[in-house]
């Protein structure tokens, strides 16, 4: 799928995450709901060279075992002046990290764990960001925001610094569509995990020319007892300090990798939630491309040649929905819901109310004048078209056959 780039559903989203990201469509006209389309590809939007990247949160052994997994020699020499910077940021997040835990250690150890987040789910840009942004309208939800996913390790310390004067760090918009950026934008989790150094599929992006790492990150599958053991303690720390700023508020995130790890999710978080959102899978694919082309361009440190990105789609995708399928028949009904994007944008207040409802969220209507204020602001939002050939489409049915048929887009 913030500021780096906002939630990199970043999905079809609303204009709301930072730049980074997991997510960004809005209410569209039929016709637009579909990757088929004459208007061609919008452009990327300006992303500044001063603009944070994804790695600059990540501490010196985080960024270190990076580059040496990948190689230092396979830095493109015009990325030399974002290798030295992040080199740089991640030796002052270091110093950071333990200045944090001397002012807040001994409150963190003493803040309990939360018993049951709500997860949402599905693949990246299908709609989590927007879904996301509805849900945390509802003042009794909490959820990671983009300077906490993009600076966990002392956020607590210097959150104040940059909410007050680093907005001029960040894009107006992310590149690849037209969401707009905040620090305060609630944002995926998975980049703080990334930064705190938890393998992540995210990390192509450094090295977008060379073969996807850690896959089996999507799913949870194929992994150690060990390599389960550290990458849950990573989520478990971070989310600690969520709970220690919002006391009493249950917490959402959002990720799309997530997707996949709802077998493990469900078991670290017995009283967890589950809401997965669907979205047509021509316009899936097509905006997922763009995605990843922009995002390569942004924050590699190579120059993205592009090589097998379809290819990269279609592997994630079913890797990340043939876990997830298994995962959910596991899970009480109670526990997890579907919602279509197309219903979603269509109406927001049925389809939220209908998620509280199937999921006992409590009373709807307490958040409904705040969700209706924000739905009213994102009515003028557009999101991107595109335009798939038939070879293309043809590929995408035969791949993704049984999503077309369980979620409703076999018509």
């Known amino acids: ?55 600059h949160g990540m501490t010196l052994g985080p960024w270190l075992r990076l580059l040496r997994r990948n190689g230092l020699l396979s830095v493109h020499p015009f990325r030399y002046p974002l290798l030295i910077a992040v080199t ?7 110093a950071l990290r333990i200045a944090q835990r001397i002012t807040h250690g001994k409150r963190l150890t003493q803040t309990p764990l939360p018993a049951a987040p709500l997860f949402i789910v599905g693949h990246w840009r299908s709609g989590t960001t927007y879904l996301h942004e509805l849900m ?35 894009p107006k918009k992310r590149p690849m569509d037209n ?19 938890a ?31 550290r990458w849950s303690s990573k989520l478990k720390e971070f989310l600690v300090t969520i709970a220690y ?28 939630r589950f809401v997965h959102i669907s979205r047509n899978p021509y316009s899936v694919f097509a905006s997922t491309r763009r995605l ?26 079913d890797r990340m929905y043939s876990a997830f399928e298994r995962a959910r028949e596991e899970l009480p009904d109670d526990r997890i819901c579907d919602v279509k994007y197309e219903d979603l944008t269509r109406d927001p207040l049925g389809q939220l109310s209908a998620i509280y409802q199937h999921l006992n969220l409590g009373d709807f209507n307490a958040a409904r004048e705040r969700v209706t204020a924000f739905t009213s602001k994102q009515r003028d939002y557009r999101t991107n078209q595109h335009s798939l050939d038939e070879a293309t489409r043809k590929t995408i049915y035969q791949r993704w056959s049984g999503y077309f048929r369980r979620y409703g887009y076999d018509a």
Not at 21 to 50: G, I, Q, V
């Open 136 to 170: 945390v309208q509802d003042q009794r939800f909490a959820s990671p925001t983009s300077l906490q996913c993009f600076l966990p390790h002392h956020w607590l310390l210097t959150g104040w610094l940059f909410n007050r004067f680093g907005s001029f760090l960040l």
């Open 88 to 94: 740089f940021f991640s030796s002052l997040n270091g």
């Open 179 to 197: 969401v707009e950026t905040g620090w305060d934008r609630p944002q995926e989790d998975e980049f703080a995990l990334l930064s705190m150094g």
């Open 292 to 317: 990843w082309q922009s995002l390569d361009e942004v924050q590699g440190l190579q120059l993205p040649r592009h090589e097998a990105l379809d290819d990269y789609v279609f592997e994630s995708f």
């Open 199 to 229: 393998p992540s599929p995210y990390e192509r992006m450094a090295f977008p020319n060379h073969p996807p790492r850690h896959m089996d990150y999507l799913t949870m599958e194929g992994l150690s007892d060990d390599e389960l053991e």
């Open 245 to 272: 700023k919002n006391p009493g508020k249950q917490i959402i995130l959002k990720s799309p990798p997530h997707t996949g790890r709802v077998k493990l999710l469900a078991k670290l978080f017995p009283e967890a």
């Open 1 to 55: 799928m913030g500021s780096p780039v906002q939630s990199l559903e970043t999905q079809a989203t609303t204009p709301a995450a930072p730049a980074l990201a997991e997510a960004a469509l809005r209410p569209e006209s039929p016709a637009a709901t579909t990757a088929k389309t004459k208007s061609p590809a919008a452009p990327f939007h300006y992303y500044p060279f001063w603009s944070p990247r994804f790695w």
